[in-house]
């Protein structure tokens, strides 16, 4: 009889604590598409500055990274970021190629989308937009 009624309260707190690990996994989710989020706008900027020093910095340097899947070997960023970004892709970009400056990017995984927006001091704003994809 004992054993029953233990086994009943630990039923009950599994219960209860359900939807919490779910907002658990939701926010570990979110963070690591920050984080992902904000390691390839790091890796656009070096690509873009890499493409500056050598005169090439244009449209067509930068076209390439619009809707660019990150889990492919062979994408123009596999030398400026590693690997484990699986379904993850560049959505959009917009950039100031007079002070090559990236201003926007949205990256996306199968969790998430990011938006991260550069002010001209650098600042930069980091959102979520239409998340639950």
Not at 65 to 78: A, G, Q
Request: charged share 25%; aromatic share 8%; proline share 2%.
């Amino acid at each position: 009889m004992e054993l029953v009624a233990v086994l009943a309260i630990l039923a009950i707190l599994v219960m209860l604590s359900v939807p919490h690990v779910n907002r658990y996994v939701n926010a570990a989710r979110r963070a690591a598409s920050e984080t992902e989020a904000l390691a390839v706008a790091d890796a656009v900027n070096r690509y873009l500055r890499d493409k500056e020093a050598e005169g090439k910095l244009n449209y067509r340097t930068a076209k390439p990274l619009i809707n660019l899947e990150l889990d492919k070997p062979d994408n123009v960023l596999r030398d400026y970021i590693g690997g484990g970004m699986e379904g993850a892709r560049i959505e959009s970009l917009y950039v100031d190629f007079n002070r090559c400056f990236l201003k926007q990017i949205t990256y996306v995984n199968q969790f998430d989308r990011v938006r991260i927006s550069y002010d001209s001091w650098g600042n930069q704003t980091l959102e979520h937009v239409d998340s639950g994809i």
